[in-house]
């Protein structure tokens, strides 16, 4: 199974302020024992919301464009892992492991399965499964 490990957003985050070196250290040794035990997949930071922009569709064909900054920071992400692990438990066990610089020790994190192909029962035809094996081969 899959997990998307989200760093939620904070005030300093959202601020632009870069980490420390301390910070990033202790950020590539645990993403360096992650890589190492097969589980890490793939991770990145997020700039802030100053740099982003929501898009709202109306469902009559209406959509509106709302340029960052967005108010209520603990609702943004920072980054994300995704990692890839036999159970929530075990991803749980994984973040525990959290590096403590993160955040003043204070950094808030959202753990979420990754929907499957099969997730979605029969719904998901052998032509959706070739469609998005052949897109994705074209990367």
């Known amino acids: ?16 302020v870069l ?7 202790a950020m590539g040794r645990y993403n360096e024992e992650l890589v190492k035990a097969g589980v ?3 991770g990145s930071g997020l700039m802030a919301s100053d740099r982003g922009a929501r898009l709202h569709f109306d469902g009559a064909g209406s959509t509106t464009v709302t340029d960052g900054p967005f108010a ?7 980054g994300y ?3 890839r692990a036999d159970s929530l438990a075990e991803v749980i066990e994984w973040v525990l492991k959290w590096p403590v610089e993160d955040g003043h020790g204070n950094a808030e994190i959202e753990i979420r399965q ?4 099969e997730d979605f029962g029969d719904s998901v035809t052998d032509e959706n499964r070739a469609f998005t094996v052949d897109l994705l081969a074209d990367k």
Do not use: Q, Y
Request: charged share 30%.
């Open 81 to 83: 892992s995704i990692v």
């Open 114 to 117: 990754v929907v499957e192909a």
């Open 1 to 16: 199974m899959r997990f998307m490990v989200i760093r939620k957003a904070d005030e300093e985050t959202e601020a632009g």
């Open 72 to 78: 209520e920071a603990k609702e943004l992400v920072a």
């Open 40 to 42: 890490m997949l793939s």
């Open 19 to 25: 980490p420390s070196t301390e910070l990033l250290d």
